[in-house]
């Protein structure tokens, strides 16, 4: 069984003004000119790369980290590999304020971790690249240091994906029962 408990090192993906970027689309996120890379493990090196002050991030990204935006991550069009290439890196939840519908179903259904955090944007500051944090998925609740925030807990069946690893797994446990 999965941990529910995520510990890791922020990205906070921040504008030059140093706010929260809103509404990072999926084109920022893993650009179209990359479309006809199919092999997951490759689609890492292209994370961000098309996002403003962001293009080193797939070099500097670790095992473990956590990305953090502001409203409407992920906006845009479905496209697949803008879930894959932070999956490829091995970043372990992404925290925002909101999420774009599409991006929202697609991270779910791969089984990563997205939490989303109200208010985030106004109490950016708070969060600084490469603090640490702990995400408990099961009560919502993001741990910096000795200060806590709210954010919304995984429904049971998030959960229940994510444990399974993702939805196609979690489909096949439910006709084994």
Known sequence: MKSTKITGRVWALTDPQ?????????DMIFH???????????????????????????QKAQPGDIV??????GAGSSRQQAVDCFRALGVSAIVAESFGAIYKRNAINSGM????LPGLTDMA??????AEITVDLTTG???????????QPFSQVQMDIYQAGNLFAYGKSLGEK
């Open 113 to 116: 971790p997205i939490v989303l």
């Open 68 to 73: 953090m935006a502001g409203k409407n991550f």
């Open 125 to 130: 500051g708070e969060f600084e690249t490469g």
């Open 32 to 58: 179209n000119r990359y479309l006809h890379i199919t092999d997951v493990d490759e689609m890492g090196q292209y994370a961000l790369d098309n996002l403003e002050g962001w293009k080193d991030f797939s």
């Open 141 to 151: 609740v993001v741990t910096l240091g000795d200060k806590t925030f709210q954010a």
């Open 18 to 26: 140093g706010k929260l970027y809103d509404d990072i689309d999926t």
